[in-house]
């Protein structure tokens, strides 16, 4: 693995910040260009015009060739669905750079944060905290790993609900989401302890166990499922070595219930798992992969669901998966274009008169592996 660039900002940590901040303007990466910007009523994306978005895990969609958001643009796994024509896309590549990989969205992020804490299994926290309390060797702040931070929600919500100080580690590939992260961290523990974090740019696919030395805790959210079975392997290399546990969390499941329904519901959800498996990622397949490769390893293996369940109170929400969920079944089945645009255009409209509710089904992993005696 290639060493991580630490972010410090000057300092050895950030202390954390109370609360959730306004995500405010970002410092450019040295040598980074300004993305473009988008003139109203032009198609907003890279040069040339093309949408790249994604959607962590639930699918995205792009923008059709009239600016409007539509089901059958260029799609890219993992970080949210396009906003409305002349707003920013939610994932660009660098201009400069082509081969860069796609930067997940702190908007689509924002959007999903609040059902991501909803939805996480409270059931796994009592073992975490019990193993946590009993760590051979433990002193001073637990050391929490959060791999695929993004903007650091997982952190927003779990530091609160542990107790003891904490030094929260945040990996993540993109300088940016790390900078609203560490901005946005929680400062206290459940006992009011304190917290601070530190961030790590480097590609979590290719963790090492001296990556995670020293680690009390290895945290993830909606993660795995985006990964390949080789990645997963190496990341529960990575925990098994360090003899650390970890809480894997919103990892998709493969099936979604939407009331009322329609008879189109089915295909549209096969060709999204279909989109989900391509090119070697693990998709719905990742929690029954990791679960596996815990075990035979010698760890203890929790899995509980943690569905999203969306309302009339989430319609920002269920409105843009919805597109996501679309966009990336018709992406993976051409052949489904003219129905799925009938069939997202009355979606979307019930969804606007509060009459759709969706239940998106994810699944949470608490893996506890032998502790080392290099843990702490």
Known sequence: MTTPETTTNGMASIPAQTGRRA?????????????????????AGVPGGEVISQASGTGASGA??????????SVVAGAGPVGRPGERAT??????????APRYAPEWLTLREGADATARAQDLLDPL????????????????????????SMGRWLAPRLDGPQHWVLHDRDPYLLHFAAVGSPRSAADGSSVTVETRRGDVARLTPDALAGASLVTASALLDVLTREEVVTLVDACAGAGCPALLTLSVAGRVE???????????????NAHQRRAGLLGPDAVTVACEAFAARGAAVRVHPSPWRLGPAESALTEQWLRGWVGAA???????????????????????????????????????????????
Do not use: W
């Not at 995500?23 to 993305?35: F, N, S």
């Not at 994932?91 to 860069?100: A, G, K, T, Y």
């Not at 939407?258 to 999204?272: G, N, R």
């Not at 129905?339 to 893996?367: I, K, M, P, Q, T």
């Open 258 to 272: 939407l009331s009322p329904a329609d008879p189109l519901d089915a295909e549209i959800a096969d060709a999204f």
């Open 91 to 100: 994932v660009r590549l660098r201009h400069d750079e082509p081969e860069e």
């Open 129 to 152: 905290r019990i193993r946590l309390a009993n760590l051979p060797g433990h002193t001073g702040a637990l050391a929490v790993h959060d791999l695929g931070c993004g903007t650091g």
């Open 330 to 376: 018709v992406e993976q089945r051409p052949a489904l274009r003219d129905r799925a645009e009938r069939y997202l255009r009355d979606r979307l409209a019930a969804c606007a008169a509060g009459e759709l509710r969706a239940v998106v089904h994810h699944s949470d992993l608490l893996a506890l592996p032998r502790p080392t005696g290099g843990a702490s």
């Open 64 to 73: 059709d060739d009239d600016g409007q958001r539509g089901v059958g643009a």
């Open 23 to 43: 995500m405010g303007p970002l410092r450019k990466a040295e040598g980074e260009r300004e993305p473009a910007r988008e003139a109203g009523g032009e198609r």
